[in-house]
């Protein structure tokens, strides 16, 4: 019985026919007609070199000989080699590189076939050991179609350092205190294990957990979603996706982390982390408790997310934080295979915070100072689960239900005072309750014809919620005459608002590929998408005797749907240097609703046409350039187009416009990479513009109340002009092999806004350059040395107020110091220069954090530490909002010195290499085992 032609076969042999087409188009070339069965008197011999992981490499000589043939070849940046008018149908093939073990085979082959494709060559790593110092290749940076792949190998980390110390190492990465990840300026937003979600994707769980030396490899993932990764049909914009793939060797095994520590200050905090791995089957658990300072030990990236922080730390405040999880991923059969996660999280949040600023109209300015006190207590549960089903090679099938539960509660009192154009002091209280259940799932079904890469998929995806809020409102409200200080109304608003809002979403995709030729292939794309809304506010006056009266005037009750039906059809190019698409995509739309409470119906038709292009151009697999062009349409919502006055906060009623028109908005991203693994030096560039058409501002109109003075009233209008350009780079070089890491990267962008206000064209204006230097040092294995500087700029100007020039010079270091072997000095201190601001809110917070640990036992699987935090109680930091007609300062106050007894216990045990009746298992690129 003949083997089945494996997919990895499959995909050898495409490429290199690919390559040969490229080649005979290029050089078109005439081949003799010969009999079936007689000889040829040239053939073309073609195959691929990859390393054990199923990886192709660049760059290796290959060297074919035979009696009447001497050649000399490279495989190119996909790892193929390709021969022309090789003369025997007999020759030694020889395969070489510097740091792999030499190949030399005979080929005896079938002299009919004018092109023959040769079974890989997998090429191992050279060990070369001189008085014991082991020397191994190193193999940096690998840029994939949508992938960026680090080896963990070249990184040198500590004995029991976590998976977030071996990201601080890599080029492009930047990782924040709390757990958040940065690559090459873009968030990453989920995390997964040898290619599947882990723990619930949680990054911050995952990577301050897992031990770093049982990593391979790590990849930062471009996620169009599920159904795009198994047909290549990818629409919108991706996610960034870290995902980490394991060491064979230390892919069967228990690990156990576990820390607790205790302080002054009633500050405590726990985590205790159990995983079981053995190939693909993966039994994680975890526990973490805490009651902690927020913003504390920040590592002073300012901007490394996207936002604008002038201070020293995150979010202001305290918080205590409770949040059990269990992971667990198996393959039940050889086809059929689970991975389910459950999260609960309870966080309970007590922040003080002061703000002040500026709201503009033509009018004049208004003036606030706003001094509030926020207790949030939110609790979630989140059920996962996924199956695969593999029923043959030709089919496929993925189920993945979820279900979401929580609950929200918020209590915030206020004390505002207005002056200027609206000359008001509101005193008062906000509690609300909140409460979403939410379910979701997807069905995802794929069919393989025998015609290679022809393939369709249906996918089915069905969600809904179910969100219920309560709403108390206890403010007094003095209205003043003008500037001066004589009350004309002391108002009191006490009431409750009730908000229902259920919402169900259903959506069906069917995609087609039809290849063309080797090269190319047509790719069709129809979906369905369907969201409903059911909504209901009413309002009530709370009596002095705790007795409620509706206000009908303020109630809003209403239904609506928006249905979008996408057509697309692209046209796909894949040689072995350039990928091109090129296509476009249909949609219609339909939005139709009622609303109860005033007995108004709408509806309205909508149709947009969306260009599909990619280009992208790799030189080699550390080399490529890459343009994309998007497209995306937003209707208005159903509230913004009711033609009536909304009225349920009577401060700011709102008035829909129902002649409002869909936006669009153009994007055009560039992007370069190069990796120089020669001089270790790491280069990235990328240039997003975007621009909207048609878009859906807010005019804001000063209306006169009862007394004389203004109420904002919001209104909608479509306004064109809004446009935003933002590049960033990144420059990453390592000196005396990675010891001395020299990181430099920065953006700079500008941002123009339109909108209206009193029906005048308003407009606002952002530039942002921010630039950041932080080398890494470490000179030997007890040194650790990682300063830091940046330079942020955020110039700001309006059309109805000056704006702003906010510049931030922030200083900071971090390291460790071990002496005597066991013990250890870690600290953290960091300094900001903010100009610009007010003088009152004005903060330039010194924050200093250090720990004095001990290690114990053989392996140092245990640490005693003495921690202490904000040494100089400085940690408080002003955070700016801007819009178009506002500045907003806000200053978080967290005094925040404590101090931290803490225990740490790291276990682990390994196994082996996961095998299958007797032989190892191979690996998919993802960090998968192959049943």
Known sequence: MAKPFTFLKFLIFTICTLSAGISNAQTPSVVPKKDKNSPLSTREVSGIVMGKDEISIPSVSIYLKSDVDSLITQTNGDGIFVFKNVKSASFMITVASIGYQRIVKRMKLNDVLPRLVLDPFVIQEEVNTLSDVTITAEKGIVYKVDTVEYTASDYKVRENATVDELLKKMEGMEVGTDGSVTHQGQQIVKARLNGKDYLGGNIAQVIQNLPADIVEKIQIVDDYGDQPARTGIKDGDPQKVLNITTKASKSVGNMLRANAGIGSSERYEGRLFLQRINGNQQIGGILNLRNTVNGVASTGNIGAGGGRNNGGGGSGGTTQYSSPAFSYRDQLTKNIEINTSYNFSNNNTNSINKSEGQQFSTLGTTNFINQSQRDNINKAHKLDLELEYKINPKNFLRISPSINLSTNESINSSNQQRTGLIHQDVVGSTNSTNKTPSFSGVIFYQYIFDKPRR????????????????????????????????????????????????????????????????????????????????????????????????????????????????????????????????????????????????????????????????????????????????????????????????????????????????????????????????????????????????????????????????????????????????????????????????????????????????????????????????????????IEINPYVGYDVTRSSFQLAKGSDIRTLSLAINGKFYFLKTFSINYNASKNYVKGLSANISRNPFIINGSLEKEFFKRKNAVLSLQVYDILKQNNFVNQTLTEYSITNTLSNALSRYFMINLRVNLQKWSGVPSRNGRQMQRRGDGSFIN
């Open 455 to 782: 393939n369709i998929s249906l996918q089915v995806n069905a969600s809904g919620g179910n969100q219920q809020q309560d709403n108390e409102q206890n403010n007094r409200i003095l209205y003043y005459q003008g500037q001066s200080d004589a009350i004309l109304r002391d108002s009191l608003v006490h009431r409750l608002v009730a908000r229902k809002n259920l919402n169900n979403t259903y959506r069906a995709s069917m995609t087609y590929v039809e290849p063309l030729t080797t090269l190319t292939q047509l790719e069709f794309n129809g979906q369905i998408n369907r969201r409903t809304y059911d909504n209901a506010a009413t309002t009530n006056n709370i009596l002095a005797d705790g007795s409620t009266q509706a206000i009908d005037s303020l109630s809003n009750i209403f239904a609506y749907s928006f249905t979008e039906t996408r057509l697309a059809l692209n046209y796909r190019y894949t040689g072995s240097k350039t990928n091109i698409s090129l296509g476009i995509t249909g949609i219609p739309t339909t939005l139709a609703g009622s609303k109860i409470s005033l007995n108004t119906t709408i509806k309205r038709n909508g149709f947009n046409l969306i260009p599909i292009f990619r280009y992208q151009y790799a030189w080699s697999r550390q080399q490529r350039f890459s343009i994309n062009y998007s497209g995306n349409a937003n209707e208005p919502s159903f509230n913004q187009i009711q033609p009536v006055r909304d009225e349920s906060n009577p401060q700011n009623p709102v008035v829909g416009n129902p002649d409002l028109k869909p936006s669009f908005r153009h994007s055009i991203n560039t992007k370069y990479d190069n990796y120089l693994s020669n001089e270790r030096l790491n280069l990235s560039f990328a240039v997003n513009y975007d621009k909207t058409s048609n878009q859906i501002s807010t005019n804001v109109v000063q209306i006169p109340d009862a007394l004389g003075t203004f109420k904002n009233e919001i209104r909608y209008v479509n306004l064109n002009g809004s446009y935003s350009v933002n590049g960033n780079y990144n420059i990453s070089k390592q000196l005396d092999n990675r010891k001395y890491n020299l990181a430099l990267n920065g953006s700079v962008g500008y941002n123009h806004q339109v909108s209206m206000s009193n029906n005048v064209l308003n407009g606002s204006n952002v530039w942002r350059l921010n630039q950041r230097f932080g080398p890494r040092i470490t000179p030997n294995d007890n």
